[in-house]
């Protein structure tokens, strides 16, 4: 197995600004975010929060429309095992009834930090996604049975992204979704 390079590799720009400009547009300065950012940061050279908010967001959108189509080979490779269980215990649930669940997103309207630390080795930080989207679930027949299969809905929802910065692996992975009402 090839050992890790001897040198950290190159800081993302973000880590070489000062700290009140650090993580603007991101966290705000002195604030808990953004403490937990520069934990991670510390921990993690390579982590870049820009990078990271722009895979969470294909992220939450692939997840939804997987969630939706019943792809479970998708989400094992997004989801951590607990998360995993959870979506897939629903899919079960809808096919059992013989239900069907369509989702096609019109937008992300925002993708907002509002936790991030570091617990020993595992980095996890929490985004507040606004989305609109088109969804409804079906019965055998075909019929809405919830939701609306033309008209566009808002759609908030809170999910924590982790991953072990000791790891090779980049990928971050769900830990827990929540929907806001």
Do not use: C
């Not at 190159?10 to 400009?21: K, M, T, V």
């Not at 050279?45 to 969470?56: L, V």
């Not at 989207?133 to 299969?149: C, E, P, Q, Y």
């Amino acid at each position: 197995m090839p050992s890790r390079p001897a040198e950290a590799p190159p800081r993302p720009a973000e880590a070489s600004q000062p700290p009140s400009d650090r993580w603007k547009g991101i966290a705000e300065s002195g604030s808990a975010v953004a403490a937990g950012l520069d934990a991670i940061a510390t921990a993690d050279p390579g982590f870049d929060a820009k990078h990271f908010i722009t895979g969470a967001r294909t992220a939450y959108e692939i997840i939804v429309t997987s969630f939706a189509k019943g792809d479970r080979r998708q989400l094992r490779s997004l989801l951590s095992r607990e998360a995993y269980d959870g979506f897939d215990a629903a899919i079960t649930e809808r096919e059992g009834r013989g239900e069907t669940a369509e989702t096609r997103f019109v937008s992300i309207d925002g993708s907002t930090v509002t936790a991030a630390e570091l617990r020993g080795r595992t980095a996890q930080i929490t985004i507040r996604f606004v989305s609109k989207l088109v969804s409804a679930s079906r019965d055998r027949s075909g019929t809405v049975i919830d939701g609306n299969a033309e008209k566009v809905s808002d759609n908030t929802e809170v999910w924590t992204f982790a991953r072990d910065i000791s790891s090779r692996d980049p990928n971050w992975k769900i830990v827990a979704t929540e929907a806001e009402q």
